[in-house]
């Protein structure tokens, strides 16, 4: 088999594989004093940066769910998904064969649960828009994107 734009294709079959990115579903939880929720990652890739609540979408799991999952499994928070903030493209890691991910936003609200950080955080904080750690402190590049376009639609 040899790569090829993405995929691989059997010489002796014919049978094609294709490379595709991973989807995350991932929350931008706001409580009612306006700060946002962020997760400190107890694992690597980036061990102990800032990022946001979400993780992986399960096959056959509806990205709306994930998210309801992965904030429960990840904060102890059930949460109420919001409007939909956009798509940034990453990589979970920085060696050179990385996935490739495809991590979808939502606005969220806490609705119920005891905030307590579990699976692979270390620890969660609030914090208010002028206070969100700096860019070498958050992980992964499309977090920082999403902070700074969270930033800049706050009045």
Known sequence: MSPDRGRVECAAC??????TSEPTACALVEDGAGRLLLAR????P???SWDLPGGFVEEGEHPLEAL????REET???VAPGEFVGVWLDRYGEADDATTT???Y????PEGGELEPADDVSELRWFAPAE?????QIGFANVRQVLRAWRARRP
């Open 68 to 71: 309801r999952r992965e904030l």
């Open 76 to 78: 102890g928070l059930e």
């Open 102 to 104: 495809l991590n979808l």
């Open 41 to 44: 990652r107890a694992r690597d």
């Open 46 to 48: 980036h061990a102990g």
């Open 14 to 19: 014919g049978f094609v594989a294709y490379s």
């Open 106 to 109: 939502w606005t969220a609200v």
């Open 132 to 136: 969100l750690p700096p860019d070498d």
